[in-house]
């Protein structure tokens, strides 16, 4: 019997890397490369209800649409590929809905773990990569076509980064902050060197 996968998501605020890192590191590790909202046709559908200019989800169903990107997600993707012993890297994951939802629109965290967990049926990451790059750097990268998110205001940043800073030093086992702020290598070496990888 293969050995299970391992799990691995990169969290943090718009335009951090975290796509180009993910990327980076599933093709140095051979990983299935996947994100949230998005990684099925089913979540394909929702991610441009929540991030296009439909009509605007209240806060509750926002969180909804997000858990069931991820179940579907988990469901049809990940969970399936662990089990075939892959490892599975993921742009996003359940700490993007406590940050966001949670921390960002004030809702609250617990009720969102409890969401995350029946929408998961209790399957998190292994290991979560937050990578953190200054504000004022990573809004400069985001160009004039916005999606909903990218659109909110300055408090909405700081709450949704202090939200994830938050997070990571709640569960040390489980997340660790990598500085994003340099090159595209050098940031990938040291996410490299914090998942252990060679
Ligand atoms: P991205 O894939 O380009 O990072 O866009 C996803 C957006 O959705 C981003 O603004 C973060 C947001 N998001 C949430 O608010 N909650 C979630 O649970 C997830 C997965 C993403």
Redo the contacts with the bound molecule.
Sequence with gaps: MSRRGRYIAFEGW?ASG??TQARLLADRINAVLT????GTDLGLAI?DL??GNGPEPTQRA?ALL?AA??AQHLAEVVEPALSQGNDVIT????G??L???GH?RGQSTEELMRLVEWASGGLLPDLVVLLTVPVDTANGRLGDER????REDADFAARVIDGFAVLASADPDRWIVVDGDGSIAEVAERIANAVGVK
Excluded: C, H, I, V
């Excluded at 994100?35 to 998005?38: A, F, N, S, Y």
């Excluded at 742009?91 to 359940?94: C, G, I, Q, V």
């Design positions: 718009e975290k796509s994100r949230e909202p998005g991610r929540l991030l926002e997000f990107d991820r742009d996003r994951s359940y993007s809905t940050a966001y939802q960002g999606d909903r998110m990218e």
